[in-house]
C-alpha cells in the first residue's frame, strides 16, 4: 500500500518568510510524527499527534513552529519567519497505536522528507 | 542521549553477509531493539525490530543475545543498495515514542 508521502519534496525560501510542509500518513494511522534532521546529524523529535488527544508539542524549538493535524489524516507543518537555522530536512512519519495489544508495536513509518533551505 | 552504542562505519563485500552489532547494555525489560536505516538523501526506513527472541523478516535478522544487553542486525547477501547508515534504537512499544536516535553505523557495501 501507499506510504507516508510529504510534500513539497524541496522548498527554498527567503529569511522571514512563512512556509507550510505538508503529511499525508499511510491510511488507517493514527499517530503522526514530526522531526526535523539537520546535515549529518540524528532525528530530532518536534511534536505528536494520537488521534484526537491534544498533540505533544515539546520538541517544538519555538514559537515560530506550529503543526496542525486536520480530520485526523493530513498534517501540515508551519514554521513563520524562517530563520537559516531551520534548514533542514524534515521528517514526518505515522504508525498505528496498539498499546492495549500484548506485544503490540506503534513502529513508525517515514516519509521521503522535505528538505528546506532558508536563504 | 542515545542509550545504544555502535561502530561509526563498516564494510562489507557486496554478496557476503553484513553483520552490524549495536550494544544496549541498560536495556530495560520492556524494551524493544528496533532498526532502522537511512539511505542517503531518503527517509528512515524501518528494518526490524524485536524482544528477546531472534527474528528474521524479509528484509533482515535479528540476534538479540540472552542477557540482552547486544544484539545483532544480519543483512544475508548485502547488494550495494544496502549502503546507508542503520540505526539501533531501543525503546517501548507505546511508550516514549519519541525515537532517540545515536549516530548510527555507516554500511558501505563494495563490489
Known amino acids: 500500500g501507499a506510504g507516508v508521502s510529504q510534500s513539497p519534496s524541496n522548498k527554498v525560501t527567503e529569511k522571514g518568510k512563512d512556509v507550510e510542509l505538508r503529511c499525508d500518513p499511510i491510511?488507517?494511522?493514527?499517530?503522526l510524527y514530526w522531526y526535523r534532521q539537520s546535515l549529518g546529524q540524528g532525528l530530532e523529535f518536534l511534536i505528536y499527534f494520537q488521534g484526537n488527544s491534544a498533540p505533544d508539542k515539546s520538541g517544538l524549538p519555538s514559537d515560530r513552529f506550529s503543526a496542525e493535524r486536520t480530520g485526523g489524516s493530513v498534517s501540515t507543518l508551519t514554521i513563520q519567519r524562517t530563520q537559516q537555522e531551520d534548514s533542514a530536512v524534515y521528517l514526518c512519519?505515522?504508525?498505528?497505536?496498539?498499546?492495549?495489544?500484548?506485544?503490540?508495536?506503534?513502529?513508525?513509518?517515514f516519509g521521503p522528507g522535505t528538505r528546506l533551505t532558508v536563504l | 542521549d542515545a542509550k545504544t552504542t555502535q561502530p561509526t562505519s563498516m564494510d562489507c563485500a557486496e554478496g557476503r553477509a553484513a553483520n552490524l552489532p549495536c550494544n544496549h547494555s541498560?536495556?530495560?525489560?520492556?524494551?524493544?531493539v528496533y532498526w532502522y536505516r537511512q539511505i542517503h538523501s531518503q527517509g528512515p526506513q524501518y528494518i526490524i525490530h524485536?524482544?528477546?527472541?531472534?527474528e528474521t523478516n524479509e528484509m533482515a535478522s535479528l540476534i538479540i543475545t540472552e542477557d540482552r544487553k547486544s544484539s545483532t542486525l544480519i543483512l544475508p547477501h548485502a547488494t550495494l543498495r544496502d549502503t546507508a547508515v542503520y540505526y539501533c534504537?531501543?525503546?517501548?512499544?507505546?511508550?516514549?515514542?519519541?525515537?532517540?536516535w545515536g549516530a548510527g553505523t555507516k554500511l558501505i557495501i563494495k563490489p
Open positions: 541498560t536495556i530495560s525489560g520492556n524494551e524493544y
Open positions: 512519519a505515522s504508525s498505528l497505536v496498539s498499546v492495549l495489544v500484548t506485544g503490540g508495536t506503534d513502529t513508525q513509518y
Open positions: 524485536g524482544l528477546k527472541n531472534n
Open positions: 491510511s488507517g494511522h493514527t499517530a
Open positions: 534504537i531501543v525503546r517501548v512499544p507505546g511508550g516514549n515514542y519519541q525515537l532517540i
